[in-house]
């Protein structure tokens, strides 16, 4: 299957992402990557690797979220996009884009969900005295950081941790579940066909 990515900012799971499918086994291909930030460092990343991108940014369609999904959406459907990675995209999601793409989409959070939904999950799993701390790749569905969890990675919560130093330890993971979380889904996406062709 073809792939959109949409991110905000420095995509790096866009890159782990995009390196990862290049493998000659590898499921899926990266075909476009998506910012509503033109300023986010992984657009400039992402040509870097071979991969179109371009911003298409929300202001010019207001509080008119839907519409700049819809701009977004088609975008997705030129590229001939079948699965979309969400990859640190910073915008709330409505209705129309979320069942589009339903059991089609995906995005990762820095924290074991259901755990942490929301944003400061690093600050938050610290101040919580939490002792495991990690990432999910899940589904997405209308609710915020919910959906059915695909993969998952547990990292410890080291005593005197800070911020960085957690969301470090974090990041390193999503770089490696994201690609094996997309893998899987993508084999998912694909056997139906291959089955109707034999
Ligand atoms: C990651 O921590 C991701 O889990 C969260 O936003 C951050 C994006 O980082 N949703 P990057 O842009 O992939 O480097």
Request: proline share 8%; hydrophobic share 45%.
């Amino acid at each position: 299957p073809r792939v959109g990515v949409l991110i905000s900012g420095r995509g790096s799971n866009m890159e782990a992402l995009i390196k990862a499918a290049k493998a000659p086994d590898f499921p899926a291909e990266i075909v476009l990557v998506l910012s509503n930030k033109p300023e986010a460092a992984g657009l400039e990343i992402a040509r870097a690797l071979g991969v179109a991108a371009e911003a298409v940014p929300a202001k010019p369609f207001g509080k008119d979220r839907e519409a700049h999904e819809r701009a977004l959406d088609a975008k997705l459907q030129e590229a001939g996009v079948e699965i979309v990675c969400l990859a640190g995209y910073m915008r709330l999601l409505t209705p129309y884009l979320v069942n589009r793409w339903a059991g089609r989409m995906l995005n990762i959070h820095p924290s074991l969900l259901p755990e942490f939904p929301g944003l400061d999950t690093h600050a938050r799993a610290i101040e919580a005295g939490a002792a495991k701390h990690g990432c999910t790749v899940h589904l997405v569905t209308e609710g915020m950081d919910e959906g059915p969890v695909v993969a998952q990675a547990e990292v410890p919560v080291l005593p005197n941790d800070t911020e960085d130093a957690l969301a470090a330890r974090v990041l390193a993971q999503e770089h490696i579940i994201y690609p094996r979380a997309l893998a899987e889904l993508a084999r998912k996406i694909r056997l139906p066909q291959a089955a109707s062709h034999s």
